[in-house]
């Protein structure tokens, strides 16, 4: 099952590959007969298509939209929250620690053992919790339908960041005098909480603007000429679809008063 608009999209897409393609080959005979003795001269054949009809069939199996599917949203919303947040700082932890797991438990790189580390991942819970009621909160106050991902993960980001530098203070040895560096945590070291920064904003935006892309639309389900078991011939629907050629012009303009050139395309 796909989109209607990926379907018709993808259809169309492959017309104006295939005139790419005619194209290309009109251009490579140009170049045979400009080389043979006795076709040199002769007109090279190209086609084009003035206006094509066609019909494209196909089931509606649903109707997507983010009004009607915002409890569906949010739940994928606040469950990649909550699994990419806490791989990503546990796996950021043990990456800065050259630790792996301890007696089958992550290590989180205290130097105390399993308490120590229970109490660490205690900690990281609590931090992801209270990440997912501020996920919620945003949600409730901005809505779906004008929820803005960019904001949405920079205030995530935000409040985050500061959880971890409140839990994960920089120790007294180290802020009196340098000594402690190897029992201080990872997220203790500013460098080291700018890195996982940049690297928790952009895996997050990346997994929420999937959701966010993919949920709403028409979803159906094409027929290429078999049908499947739950479908019959009076199901389909057929959407006619009328081409019509139109060439675009790459523009290229320079302007006079800045020395800028602009680039633009234009209709034929």
Excluded: W
Aim: aromatic share 6%.
């Amino acid at each position: 099952m796909v989109k209607l608009s990926d379907y018709i999209g993808q259809v169309l897409t492959d017309i104006a590959a295939g005139r790419e393609i005619a194209d290309r080959n009109s251009a490579a005979l140009s170049e045979r007969y400009q080389t043979d003795t006795f076709m040199k001269g002769m007109p090279v054949p190209h086609y084009t298509i003035d206006e094509a009809s066609f019909e494209l069939p196909f089931m509606i199996v649903g109707v997507v939209s983010k009004g009607r599917m915002d409890d569906g949203i949010v739940k994928e919303i606040i469950n990649i929250t909550r699994e990419k947040t806490t791989a990503l700082i546990h796996g950021f932890i043990r990456e800065k620690t050259g630790q792996g797991r301890k007696n089958g438990e992550a290590n989180t790189g205290a130097k105390s053992g399993a308490p120590e580390g229970r109490k660490n991942r205690d900690t990281i819970d609590a931090i992801v919790e209270n990440l997912i009621k501020q996920v919620r909160i945003s949600i409730e106050q901005e809505g779906l339908k004008i929820l803005k991902l960019l904001d949405l993960v920079d205030n995530l980001c935000s409040q985050l960041l500061e959880q971890i530098e409140s839990a994960f203070p920089p120790s007294k040895t180290e802020a009196e005098d340098g000594a402690g560096k190897e029992d201080e945590h990872p997220f203790a070291n500013p460098e080291n909480l700018r890195e996982f920064e940049e690297r928790y904003r952009r895996i997050l935006f990346s997994e929420y603007k999937e959701v966010i892309s993919t949920t709403n639309g028409v979803i159906i389900d094409p027929s290429t000429g078999k049908l499947n078991e739950y479908a019959e011939d009076n199901c389909l629907t057929h959407l006619k679809v009328t081409l019509r050629e139109q060439d675009l012009d790459f523009i290229v303009e320079l302007d006079e008063k800045s020395g800028k050139t602009k680039h633009f395309l234009a209709l034929n």
